[in-house]
């Protein structure tokens, strides 16, 4: 079995990301990871091959020619091989056209099961891994907590409202990843030298004959509103003044 | 010329930092404070299991071969974080003193161990006067009387030390020859144990500046936070001096360490070059902890303050293998070309 997972590139989570003044995101020394839903893909991808229940992991990666690192980093892990989708730093990627950039890997690489984030943690969308469903007519189970490939099938356990699902999908499938689906391994040094030796190849939008034209884009940014500071309340009843009167938030 | 650190090197760096950022936070550190041993429950495993701890060791024996150029980002992250863990004696100098001692069935199965983490090596050098986690490693390294022996933990007589850094815990070590394995003695010994002496200060100097940059960060997140007359303690002039003081004094002694690091890569200028670079750590980051300790107030001063796990293990890896002046006498005495320096530390 062929497993294709997406590695993308995204702004360290841990870091704080600053307005530049004139809307947009001050992106000068910021470090980038790899995503985190990402990664546990790249990690279920992994134990899927060291189960002997895949024969070859491929990365995928759209992004400027810096995602090289975090597709290197999903090799150290244990993928095999990379393909990045090159775009220019000054092009606008929706969903859609990443889903339809992914896509065209699907057709060149045909794999049994792909492997998504549920969500980037830099936009949060939670578009690309279904958007990828309707344009490949594979089946699809969201959210997974829990994966067994087993006689064809994808078996995706769900966390859903409540308690869970699971749900039954033929392969070729897509699935994507939420937290709980497993414990993402460190690269280990051996891991990092080996990756460096791995083929990654990079493709354009127009070896996949995909045109990028976002039909969404962000025109700004903005921070919330500052808290207004707390005021001491003198007794029960002035409390409940305040919460009728000014918060209004009861009656 | 390329005045950077490769690829894979930052590579290396980020993996590290990525696994300490996420199993080694403080809290870990404070845990080892309180531990029997002062070391952490599993992050020995983990560092196995990434390949640190056998960096230096020959890839016939499980290791990577990599030279102090391609490691001194991994000790300066350890030191960001604090460690708890043996990985200066054990990594940084054990290793690499087995690496250049003559094959043996002894060493080679010592330094296969070392690299899986199935055993851990600490180091008695005549240097120093006391042996780090000598209770919970399962190998001694020493140096005794020009020669190098191995003793298994079972052979040592330990003392416990005090110690101002509760999770880097100190032993005075006896153990009979007779039950040590000889290593490498004589003048095969010599030089090995002169490049561990170098190892030792090159990687404690590293350690260092990762100490300093976590205090500093720690010292800039309080300034920030902290108000006073209405205002954020940073603001103020007074406190941005001092926090930038220690800044500039660390981001100078950087590049000095990996300096360093060249050197002993190349074999070139080592002893001026390790003595700048564990003078200059020294300095700065005995500067971070005395800023930043200011900049916390009365707060610093208490254990509880997270600063306390990073100051200390500063204070007293500031004074192991030469405190500053001694190495900028040794420096004095290279430049000067007047004999070695006095090999009492």
């Given at each position: 079995m062929k497993v294709l997972v997406t590695a993308k590139r995204v702004v360290d989570p841990d870091v704080k990301v600053k307005l530049d003044g004139s809307g947009n995101l001050d992106l000068s020394n910021v470090e980038y990871k790899l995503n985190p839903f990402d990664e546990y893909g790249v990690e279920e991808a992994v134990k899927l091959k060291e189960a002997g229940k895949a024969d070859?992991?491929?990365?995928?990666?759209?992004?400027?020619s810096d995602s090289q690192k975090e597709i290197r980093t999903a090799l150290a892990m244990g993928a095999d091989r990379g393909i990045l989708v090159e775009v220019d730093e000054d092009e606008d990627l929706d969903p859609l056209t990443i889903a339809k950039l992914i896509n065209g890997v699907v057709q060149r690489e045909e794999p049994q099961l792909i492997l998504l984030g549920k969500l980037a943690v830099d936009a949060e969308n939670n578009q690309v891994g279904q958007m990828l469903g309707a344009l490949t007519g594979f089946g699809q189970g969201t959210f997974a907590y829990r994966l067994d490939i087993e006689d064809g099938y994808a078996i995706v356990g769900r966390e859903v409202d409540g308690g869970t699902a699971d749900v039954k999908v033929a392969l070729p499938a897509i699935v994507t990843a939420d937290l709980r689906l497993n414990e993402p391994r460190y690269a280990s040094l051996p891991g990092i030298m080996k990756a460096k030796k791995k083929p990654l190849d990079v493709l354009t939008p127009d070896d996949l004959d995909v045109e990028v034209d976002a039909q969404v884009r962000v025109v700004g940014y903005e921070l919330p509103p500052e808290r207004a500071a707390g005021v001491i309340v003198a007794d029960v009843d002035e409390l409940i003044e305040k919460l009728r009167n000014e918060a209004k938030v009861i009656g | 010329m390329r005045f950077a650190f490769t690829d894979d090197q930052l590579l290396f760096r980020d993996a590290v930092r990525d696994m300490l950022k996420k199993e080694c936070p403080p809290g870990v550190v404070r845990a080892a404070w309180e531990s029997d041993n002062g070391r952490s429950a599993k992050l020995w495993s983990q560092l196995a299991e990434m390949g640190v701890l056998g960096a230096a060791a020959p890839e016939s024996m499980g290791g990577l071969e990599m030279a102090p150029l391609d490691t001194v980002l991994l000790f300066e992250e350890f030191g960001r974080a604090a460690l708890p863990e043996p990985v200066l004696?054990?990594?940084?100098v054990a290793v690499p003193i087995l690496t250049a001692c003559p094959p043996s069935p002894a060493r080679d199965a010592v330094l296969r161990?070392?690299?899986?983490?199935?055993?851990?090596?600490?180091?008695?050098?005549?240097?120093?006067?006391?042996?780090?986690?000598?209770?919970?490693?399962?190998?001694?390294?020493?140096?005794?009387?020009?020669?190098?022996?191995?003793?298994?933990?079972?052979?040592?007589?330990?003392?416990p030390q005090q110690s101002v850094d509760r999770s880097r815990r100190l032993f005075t070590v006896t153990f009979d020859i007779g039950e040590a394995t000889v290593l490498a003695?004589?003048?095969?010994?010599?030089?090995?144990?002169?490049?561990?002496?170098e190892h030792a200060t090159l990687y404690s100097s590293a350690i260092l500046t990762g100490l300093a940059s976590t205090m500093i960060d720690m010292g800039v997140e309080y300034a920030s936070t902290r108000k006073q007359f209405g205002k954020a303690i940073g603001t103020?002039?007074?406190?941005?001096?001092?926090?930038?003081?220690?800044?500039?004094?660390?981001?100078?002694?950087?590049?000095?360490?990996?300096?360093?690091?060249y050197a002993l890569t190349h074999d070139t200028d080592v002893h001026t070059s390790v003595s700048m670079a564990k003078a200059y750590a020294s300095d700065a980051a005995i500067a971070a902890s005395e800023s930043v300790l200011q900049t916390h107030g009365a707060i610093g001063y208490t254990t509880e303050c997270d600063l306390h796990l990073f100051m200390k293990r500063a204070w007293a890896l500031a004074r192991a293998f030469g405190n500053s002046k001694w190495h900028r006498n040794r420096i004095g005495h290279h430049v000067l070309d007047d004999g070695p320096a006095d090999a009492r530390l």
């Open positions: 070859e992991v491929i990365v995928v990666s759209v992004g400027t | 004696e054990h990594m940084g161990d070392a690299c899986t983490g199935a055993a851990t090596l600490t180091v008695a050098l005549s240097a120093t006067p006391h042996v780090l986690y000598a209770d919970s490693a399962t190998h001694l390294i020493a140096e005794r009387d020009g020669a190098i022996y191995l003793v298994a933990a079972g052979a040592l007589g330990l003392t003695e004589g003048e095969d010994a010599a030089p090995i144990l002169a490049a561990a002496f103020f002039q007074a406190v941005q001096h001092k926090l930038a003081d220690a800044f500039l004094a660390n981001q100078f002694a950087r590049p000095v360490v990996y300096k360093g690091a």
